[in-house]
């Protein structure tokens, strides 16, 4: 039971056009079952792609909706969810299709840096962006959280792979999305 996949690939496309709305993503422990056996709820999505729906979706009243305990086995990809800002300056679709998958740029309102987040139904997919958004001149240190080589929304949705390197406007990024999965990146502009 849950929403399939595809959902959250619907929602830039329909309840948001119109504004804002309310949604609360990270979650990182997926499975209801592990609090109570009996429960067959599942999210369906892996954790990289809870962490992309922060900026997939504009949500400027923002909260980490998963218990503390769970962020605290895993505060390396909780991280982001510190890093990531609520509101923002200006958006980009870097590509797109109702249903199926977006990858959405954002600028810190206020600030320099920028957040990307890339998400996918149930199919797997593999998309390379262009950093053509960062403005010339600048270098950032890009912070990428992305599905481990395993992941899968439905049979192992937990791997995260962090890596971090330097970029700048022009580059192009490599992105594999897990079926259900999703990618996050911070770019944290350098002084």
Same mark, same amino acid.
């Given at each position: 039971?849950?929403?399939? $996949?595809?959902?959250? #690939?619907?929602? $830039?496309?329909? +309840?948001?056009?119109? /504004?804002? *709305?309310? @949604?609360?993503?990270?979650? =990182?422990?997926?499975? *209801?079952?592990?609090?109570?056996?009996?429960?067959?709820?599942?999210?369906?999505?892996?954790?990289?792609?809870?962490?992309?729906? @922060?900026?997939?979706?504009?949500?400027?009243?923002? *909260?980490?909706?998963?218990?503390?305990?769970?962020?605290?086995?895993?505060?390396?990809?909780?991280?982001?969810?510190?890093?990531?800002?609520?509101?923002?300056?200006?958006?980009?679709?870097?590509?797109?299709?109702?249903?199926? @998958?977006?990858?959405?740029? +954002? +600028?810190?309102?206020?600030?320099?840096?920028?957040?990307?987040?890339?998400?996918?139904?149930?199919?797997?997919?593999? =998309?390379?962006?262009?950093?053509? =958004?960062? $403005?010339?001149?600048?270098? @950032?240190?890009?912070?990428?959280?992305?599905?481990?080589?395993?992941?899968?929304?439905?049979?192992?949705?937990?791997?995260?792979?962090? +890596?971090?390197?330097?970029?700048?406007?022009?580059?192009? *990024?490599?992105?594999?999305?897990?079926?259900? /999965?999703? #990618?996050?990146?911070?770019?944290?502009?350098?002084?």
């Amino acid at each position: 039971s849950g929403n399939p $996949p595809e959902h959250e #690939c619907i929602l $830039p496309f329909t +309840r948001i056009l119109g /504004g804002p *709305m309310d @949604y609360t993503p990270g979650i =990182f422990e997926v499975r *209801m079952s592990t609090y109570d056996p009996k429960k067959a709820e599942v999210v369906h999505t892996t954790v990289a792609k809870q962490l992309a729906l @922060y900026v997939t979706l504009y949500s400027p009243l923002q *909260m980490a909706a998963d218990l503390p305990e769970n962020y605290e086995k895993r505060l390396d990809v909780f991280q982001f969810i510190r890093d990531v800002p609520v509101d923002w300056d200006d958006t980009r679709i870097l590509n797109a299709e109702v249903g199926d @998958y977006i990858t959405t740029a +954002r +600028r810190q309102k206020g600030a320099e840096n920028w957040f990307v987040g890339s998400i996918t139904d149930e199919n797997p997919r593999d =998309f390379s962006i262009s950093l053509d =958004f960062l $403005p010339a001149g600048k270098t @950032y240190e890009a912070t990428v959280y992305a599905d481990g080589p395993d992941a899968h929304w439905k049979d192992n949705p937990y791997p995260v792979t962090i +890596r971090k390197q330097t970029v700048r406007k022009g580059d192009v *990024m490599n992105l594999k999305l897990a079926a259900g /999965g999703g #990618c996050a990146i911070s770019l944290i502009a350098n002084q």
